[in-house]
Structures are given as C-alpha cells and as structure tokens.
C-alpha cells in the first residue's frame, strides 16, 4: 500500500505559444466525446497537440480510468523532457514505460512504494491527482503553507472532505482555491480513480492558470452546468463552476435512519459514532451500513468506551490491528495502541477512526472483506474466518454472536419503522 500520499507527480505544464486551442465549437473527434460533454475543449485541446490519444480509432474512452504510468507518459511527453537513459529503480515498470518514469523521477515529479515498486498500472485517484497538479505547478509551497484552518475553511463545503488522507488535504485545499478541482456538488470523491476526462480537464485547467489564452476555455459554460460525460447519470465529473457549497437534498429515509441509530444505538452506549459517520461510509466507500453496525457491536460494543475499552477510547471502533501506515486506513492513524500484549491502530477522532474502518472493510484482505459483505444475508462464517481467525478460540461463538446482533438490529430498526 502507499506510504502516506505515493506522490506520482505530473509534469510541470508549461504551455508553449505554438500549442493548438480548440475552437469552442471544434467538431469531436471521437464518437464517445460530443461537442456538448464538458470535456470536450479539454480532448480536443490535449489530442491536438499529440499530448493524449485515443483509445482507438474512434473512442477515447472518457470514464475509463487513467494508471499512474500512463499520466506520467503521457506529461513527460506533453514537457517536452528528454527522456532519461538511467536503469530503472522500480521492479514492476515495463521498459518501454521506463524512460518516462526515470525522467519523472528526476525531476522529482513522483516516488514509488517503499519495496521498490511503482505500481504503474494501478488507477490515479483524485486526491493524488490534487497533489500531482499542485507540485507540477510548482505551488507546493503554497500548499504546505497553508493552515489547518484555512484548509479547513476551504474543504469545509465538502461532505466528505474526512475521506481524504491528511498528508493530501493541503493540496486539495490549494487545488480548489485555484479552481483545478470543484468535486461532484458537495463532494470532493478524494479515492475515486480519475477518469480520462477528469485528468483532461484538470490539465487544461493547470495549462489555462498558466497560459492566460487558455483561461477562457478552461471555464466554458457546458462545463460550470455539467454533472455527466455520458447523459446517463452522474458520473462524478469535475465541474469547473459547480456549486461545492450545495447541500445534499434532505433525505427522509436517511435522516430517520441516522436518528434510529443515534437514539437507539449508539447514545445509550456513550459512543463518539454517529449514524451519519456510518451512512458516509456506506457513501464513500459502499460498505453497507448493517455489516458495520454488526462488527462494531461484537468488538467495540459500538464504541462503547467503558465496553470497548481502549480502542474504543482510541477510536479504533473495528479492532484493526496495527499494520504500518502505508495502508489506507493507516495514514489515518495517529499512534498504537498496545492492548493484550498486542499492536492496534490508534485514531485521532471518531471521524477519522469510522473512515479507516470503512476504507479497511472495502480494501482489507485484497476486497475479501467487502466481498462478503456486500450481500442482503452476509455469510458471517466466511468473514469472521479472517477477520477472527478460524483457528482461534471462540470462534464459533463469534460467528453466532455476529448473526444474532445483526438478528437483533434488524428487529430494531424494523420496530422503528427504518430498514438497515
């Protein structure tokens, strides 16, 4: 897993006056990019000038995911570097990828994992997508500069905004102060993968910051109204003008569901959760709120802190155990907490302690976690086999105990008319 934010780092955007600018109204060149989807400027701009090419001949592909070496190619190439002729210090880069990344690397644009790795075929996420464009602008100083609570001023707008790792909230804070990044209306999706249109738009909004004949385009009005590419739903486009600040729409069945678990659940145990910390993370990290309530309750008795004891007191509401912080869930952390004669994670809030835990049960075990967990009848059996240890004592008692609270909650918020 990374350690901390892996900082794969784009190219520093230099815009040389004898690029190409699309006309707004510039016929597409690609069947799956209409003249009316919000990056279309951006495509056009980016495939004119041999920076970004089609999938094939006739598609380009614009929700498809962009993998870390394909950015870094792709910018390299955009800079106009010569490419470096040094052998390569990642093990996992194939060769003809292998002059760009060591380019890169050069110039300090990117690192890879501690175990020599770079993992180029793994999707850029967003948060790291703020990091990448910040430094290529060459504003990291800025970034790094900035308070805590002029970054949270500025994320604050962002449901979401606990989602995002700590080391990348002052990027994130830069980049939308600058207007690289806006999110999908009121969230900023942090750990969603960038798609090629994400990353041509952001990059055509770097070049327009830059290249002030650029800045027009980069805020055309199909892109301040769009939340689609494909007319489908949304799609988590950036909008360059959406309003960040609006508010979700109020919801009935989710209000009532954060009130049964606030009212019933988690006040008579003193807990710091909230049912709205547990629907965000079914929200961000799809994990269903009922599987999370479950395994709560069997180790932390919902954060209980006299029941849960010192994880719960340490926000450590899933019992993780302690593994380093190159993971997701433990660039969250904060410390360790021994307990038993064992590591735990350590989690500086209740927020930050029921993201972790909604980022280990969608990622742990390579997914497995989420895997199971993802069903209308989980098999509890199957899960606490790994999560408990099929071979430690007690464990059939766990797996009896996991489905008679999740018997118990469902006759609860059934009786209060709410369905988990």
Sequence with gaps: MKKRSVLLAIATLFIAGALAVPAQAHPSSFADVS????????????????????????????????????????????????????????????????????????????????????????????????????????????????????????????????????????????????????GDGPRLNPLDPVTRAQFSMVVFRAAGLLDPTLAAATTSPAESTATDLTGAGSAGVDSAGADAAAPDSIDPQRQASARFMDQVLFQPHSSAITGEMVLENTDWYGVPVLPQLVIMAAETSLGDPILGGALARRNNFGCMRYAGTNSPWGQLSDGVVRVAGKDWYSFPTPQAGMAAFGRYLKSGVNGLYMSILDSPNPDWRRFAAVYYGSGVSGFSGYVSRLYAIQARFRAQAAASGVSL
């Design 35 to 182: 003249e009316a989807n919000p990056a279309h400027n951006a495509i056009e701009y980016l495939v004119a000038n041999s920076i970004l090419s089609g999938l094939d001949g006739a598609d380009f592909g614009p929700n498809a995911p962009v993998d870390r070496a394909k950015a870094v190619k792709t910018l390299v190439t955009w800079r106009g570097e010569t490419l470096s002729t040094s052998s390569s210090h990642f093990t996992d880069v194939m060769s003809a990828d292998q002059p760009y990344l060591e380019t890169a690397l050069a110039k300090g644009w990117l690192e890879g994992y501690p175990d020599g790795t770079f993992h180029p075929n793994d999707a850029l996420t967003r948060e790291q997508m703020a990091i990448l464009i910040v430094r290529s602008l060459g504003l990291s100083d800025q970034a790094t500069a900035l308070t805590g609570p002029q970054i949270d001023a500025t994320l604050r707008p962002f449901v979401d905004r606990i989602a995002a790792t700590p080391a990348a909230r002052p990027f994130l804070a830069l980049a939308v102060q600058k207007g690289l990044l806006s």
